[in-house]
């Protein structure tokens, strides 16, 4: 079963534009991943938040996580048409500490 | 560095046929190793992982089987495929043992079965 789902569904912008993606979990969880897939290719890891984080940064990423709304969301600044992919949220949680991801969102950035 | 390596890129088998996926990881020891299906327009659906030489865990009922005859070497078959194995197949390696970490992703395999 899907843990996280993200929202929206899909995203389309403009080029220098601020993209913000939202991720909703249920159960508590050990950490939050954010990853990036560009068509036909594998996963590539963005950015890890502890669960007694609220806020990382890396280049023009931020995320934030609330873990009392059970939600975190992925903001990229400024944004490219090379940022153009699918974006995907995954929840670390319990003991086995096996990663659950979420649909994707798919994100167009317009030159 | 630390290299995954999945193949073939694209597979096209009869169903009925058997079927064997390889990943290898290079460059470090004892990693957990997975298999993802990621059926389109879903999200990554867990299927196997490892964490360490002969130890696989099951993630759902299925018509695939997971080996891991090697340290760093992952492999996904099945001795006869349905046409709803179709599906883009992940391998991916975490470096921490017991718990997850963060997610090294091969390339992928499109598998189409007709």
């Known amino acids: 079963s899907q843990q996280g789902e993200e929202d929206p569904q899909a995203l389309s912008i403009q080029e220098g534009e601020n993209a913000t993606m939202n991720c909703s979990y249920k159960?508590?969880?050990?950490?939050l991943q954010w990853y990036r897939q560009n068509s036909g290719r594998g996963l590539v890891h963005l950015i890890l938040?502890?669960?007694?984080?609220r806020e990382k940064h890396s280049g023009r990423l931020r995320v934030t996580l609330d873990t009392s709304k059970k939600s975190s969301s992925l903001l990229i600044t400024a944004s490219r048409a090379a940022d153009t992919a699918s974006y995907f949220c995954?929840?670390?949680?319990?003991?086995?500490?096996?990663?659950?991801f979420g649909k994707g969102i798919t994100l167009s950035v317009r030159p | 560095s630390q290299t995954i390596h999945q193949w073939p890129a694209t597979l096209v088998q009869p169903v009925g046929s058997p079927l064997s996926l390889e990943c290898t990881v290079e460059?470090?020891?004892?990693?957990?190793l997975y298999w993802y299906r990621q059926a389109a327009g879903r999200g990554l659906q867990l299927l196997f992982y490892?964490?360490?030489?002969?130890?696989i865990s099951s993630e759902v009922p299925q018509n695939l089987s997971a080996s891991r005859p090697q340290d760093r070497q992952f492999i996904l078959s099945s001795k006869k495929l349905l046409l709803s194995d179709s599906g883009f197949y992940l391998c991916?390696?975490?470096?921490?043992?017991?718990?997850?970490?963060?997610?090294?992703f091969g390339s992928g395999t499109q598998l189409s079965v007709l």
């Open positions: 159960t508590s969880i050990n950490n």
């Open positions: 995954a929840t670390e949680s319990g003991a086995n500490s096996k990663l659950t």
């Open positions: 938040i502890r669960s007694n984080e």
């Open positions: 460059g470090t020891s004892n990693p957990n």
């Open positions: 991916a390696w975490s470096r921490l043992s017991g718990a997850t970490g963060k997610l090294f």
């Open positions: 490892s964490v360490g030489i002969g130890q």
